[in-house]
């Protein structure tokens, strides 16, 4: 019998997995009828304007308005990017070119789609129960260079893995946080345990796209997926700063007021786990 390449071992792992936990795609989440208000829809660290002097100002009938425009933020960021990654994964699915294109990892991508498009169900579900709208995509058209198949591959991979381990972050903060209302509380839950799966194919992908790209001596490829991965991971910290929401709350200066909230240090220091995670396993596999 031939040695099965261990992305397949994988594959056929998270099938495993994916089947153990199957669920109903569209009643997943108890919503409430109405939300609570002496619960955070956010966690409260969060918020992109807590370490701002604004924050102080508001009164807390608008910290709470801020924290659930945040979670309907952060939720649309989730629907629109895993809108793209499902997009780009579909023409992959037997296709029988590339990495991860066989019929087992056909198989498996197959489970990653139907719970990616199961995430998107939950998520919007919450935005127009409690918002009446998901926010418009404020994403730009990311960069997309003729590259080899692999370092094509490891850009496509390395970018849903940055997306996926930022919505992972911030959904282990959410689901840790007492304060958290019990229906974003489920929805932080739901999507983090099937998003564990999706990280560890995420990084197979990444891997064995690498290890072919370096044996075919792919440099100067890698030194400029190296950068359009440094301005995607930019894109996801700048995406938790949206001026429609404080738009929404009645500020002024929405602008002025999201430069400002990149900028600042105390919110870098929040999500510097994630950020120093990806750099610790990018700098681990040598990219
Ligand atoms: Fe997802
Ligand atoms: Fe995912």
């Not at 071992?9 to 997995?17: D, E, H, P």
């Not at 496509?156 to 919505?167: A, D, F, K, V």
């Not at 946080?177 to 990280?199: C, G, I, N, S, Y």
């Not at 440094?230 to 709350?249: D, K, W």
């Amino acid at each position: 019998m031939r040695h099965k390449p261990s992305f397949q071992v994988m594959a056929q792992k998270l099938i495993t997995g994916s089947e153990k936990k199957k669920y109903d795609p569209f009643n997943r989440v108890d919503y409430q009828e109405t939300l609570n208000s002496d619960r955070w829809q956010f966690p409260e660290e969060l918020l992109s304007l807590y370490n701002s002097p604004v924050y102080e100002e508001l009164s807390d009938e608008q910290r709470w308005r801020l924290s659930l425009l945040e979670a309907i933020n952060f939720f649309s960021v989730n629907i629109h990017g895993e809108q793209a990654l499902v997009s780009a994964m579909e023409p992959r699915l037997y296709r029988d070119k590339r990495v991860g294109e066989d019929p087992v990892s056909s198989q498996y991508m197959q489970h990653f789609i139907h719970e990616e498009n199961s995430h998107t169900y939950m998520l919007a579900e919450y935005c127009l129960r409690y918002h009446g709208s998901v926010f418009p995509d404020r994403s730009f058209a990311v960069a997309q260079p003729k590259f080899s198949p692999e370092v094509d591959d490891l850009l496509y991979y390395g970018r849903i893995y940055i997306l996926e381990s930022y919505l992972g972050f911030i959904n282990q903060k959410a689901i840790k946080d007492p304060d958290l209302d019990t229906t974003a509380h489920q929805v932080h839950e739901h999507h983090f345990m099937d998003e564990v799966r999706h990280k560890a194919w995420d990084k197979a992908m990444i891997e064995e796209n690498l290890r072919r790209a370096k044996d075919m001596n792919l440099s100067s490829e890698l030194q400029a997926v190296r950068e359009l991965l440094a301005t995607y991971q930019e894109y996801i910290y700048q995406s938790s700063c949206n001026p429609a929401v404080y738009r929404t709350l009645g500020l002024e200066n929405g602008m002025e007021l999201r430069s400002e909230v990149i900028d600042c240090r105390k919110r870098k220091e929040v999500l510097r786990p994630w950020s120093e995670g990806l750099a610790n396993y990018y700098a681990e596999i040598g990219i």
